[in-house]
């Protein structure tokens, strides 16, 4: 019954911003530590952000620190993934993720297209 749900990708200008959403359920939320992954066609799927139950600690690939930034809110069971200062590298399918008793689960993704 894990269900996670991604939103608010679209197309943005280099330099503009973008806030996306993962609506998450069927798992326990604030007990479990969340992640950002993205997708380019013909590669393999990177992570992005991570952050603990609590939001107490955050891991960022090299290529996104201080331009995004990884939050959740734990009464909404939902964690965002704000994005500044965007790249048309940062073109990709993002997904919302988290493991649950064993294997790691994926939303549907999101698609985000940085483009003049």
């Known amino acids: 019954q894990v269900r996670l749900v991604e939103s608010g990708g679209g197309l943005v200008q280099p330099g503009g911003s973008l806030r996306l959403s993962c609506a998450a359920s069927?798992?326990?939320?604030?007990?479990?530590?969340m992640s950002w992954y993205r997708q380019v066609s013909g590669k393999e799927r990177e992570l992005v952000a991570s952050?603990?139950?609590?939001?107490?600690?955050?891991t960022y690939a090299d290529s996104v620190k201080g331009r995004f930034t990884i939050s959740r809110d734990n009464i909404k069971n939902t964690v965002y993934l704000q994005m500044n200062s965007l790249k048309p590298e940062d073109t990709a399918v993002y997904y919302c993720?988290?493991?649950?008793?064993?294997?790691?689960?994926w939303g549907q993704g999101t698609q985000v297209t940085v483009s003049s």
């Open positions: 952050i603990t139950s609590r939001g107490g600690s955050t």
């Open positions: 993720s988290v493991v649950y008793r064993g294997p790691r689960f």
């Open positions: 069927g798992f326990p939320f604030s007990s479990s530590t």
